[in-house]
């Protein structure tokens, strides 16, 4: 099976390449690298270095190609940085999608996996989340990734583009042999960030302890980017068998709070990591866990090492050992 990686280079695309190559699939990557690491994809990938907007390229790599579905990583995600340029989000996030899915149709590639977040649903109504649930956003991130999965929605009406979309809160770890791990350039996690500040001795800056939960700071669920990488395969070959469009939820159904991700990478550590309370951050939701229960029972998916434990263990082992990410 041939299949095009768009944002390939990045955190959670360039694990999925990997997973793709080892069930020998033709891989191919379309990565402007402004976000990815063209060090993170995995031999065998062919790299097409450009900007998933410009569609004489696209059409080209189309050209070059007969793909039999493709994989839609590539876009920008800091709920943050989303409040304060708003544009940026529905430029790259919403438009690079929609001329991703035109060229698509165009090429008679019928077939995407798309990488949403579960930031669709701003407050829930209710905890763990259900894929039914209200779509909410608080944020231009969140909103920019919902106008995408509806998007899809018509794209299959109208030209029969099928489409798996998957709703994940905090994709966070390494690879367990510690190669392959999150580098982002302008890094907003809270594992990397924790993990920088454990490495270099220096204070750790948690973001608001006033949200509505049992220690005041944000509840979330952490999926570990292997388990992704799984969901994402198993979401592929639900479509080459003919599964119809539709949304899942991908999370372990338990969520942990800032304060105990942060207790964690001291255990893990074994470094007394020193924490400064700042303000909370625009945007930001109290509590987001979701529940699972549609992709574990439809396709399959289990996750094997997303307590958090294996979690921090994993990104500890990436970073105490490339201190400066993929320029180590």
């Known amino acids: ?28 990557v379309l990565d402007n690298l402004e976000e990815g690491n063209k060090a993170s994809i995995a031999e065998g990938a062919t790299l097409v270095v450009g900007d998933v907007r410009d569609e004489s390229l696209v059409d080209r790599v189309f050209a070059n190609h007969h793909f039999d579905a493709v994989m839609h990583f590539a876009g920008v995600i800091s709920m943050g940085e989303s409040m304060e340029n708003p544009h940026k989000y ?57 106008m995408v999965e509806q998007m899809l929605r018509w794209f299959d009406r109208s030209h029969g583009l099928r489409s798996i979309s998957l709703r994940y809160f905090n994709a966070a770890g390494a690879t367990l042999d510690g190669t392959c791990g999150e580098a982002h350039r302008a890094e907003t996690h809270i594992i990397p960030l924790a993990m920088r500040a454990a490495a270099s001795n220096k204070e750790f800056t948690l973001f608001g302890e006033d949200y509505r939960t049992k220690d005041g700071t944000c509840v979330r669920d952490y999926v570990h980017v292997e388990d992704l990488g799984i969901a994402h395969i198993l979401a592929l070959q639900a479509l080459m068998e003919g599964y119809e469009t539709d949304a899942f939820n991908v999370g372990p159904g338990s969520g942990y709070s800032n304060r105990e991700v942060i207790e964690m990478v001291r255990k893990v550590t074994g470094i007394d990591l020193q924490v400064r309370i700042g303000r909370r951050r625009p945007g930001d939701a109290d509590e987001l866990v979701a529940d699972a229960g549609r992709i574990k029972e439809r396709l399959g998916w289990k996750p094997g090492y997303s307590d958090l434990r294996t979690i921090v263990e994993s990104a500890w082992l990436w970073h105490s050992t490339h201190p400066e990410g993929y320029g180590a």
Not at 3 to 28: C, D, K, N, W
Not at 110 to 133: C, H, K, M, Q, W
């Open 1 to 28: 099976m041939r299949v095009l990686v768009t944002g390939g280079a990045g955190y959670i695309g360039s694990q999925v390449v990997r997973q793709l190559l080892g069930r020998t699939h033709e891989v191919v």
């Open 90 to 146: 529905f430029a790259i996030n919403t438009f690079g999608a929609l001329v991703l899915f035109e060229r698509m149709v165009t090429n008679h590639v019928l077939r995407v996996i798309f990488s949403s977040t579960a930031g669709v649903y701003g407050n829930p109504e209710r905890v763990p989340i259900r894929e039914e649930d209200r779509k909410e956003p608080t944020n231009p991130y969140g909103q920019s990734k919902l």
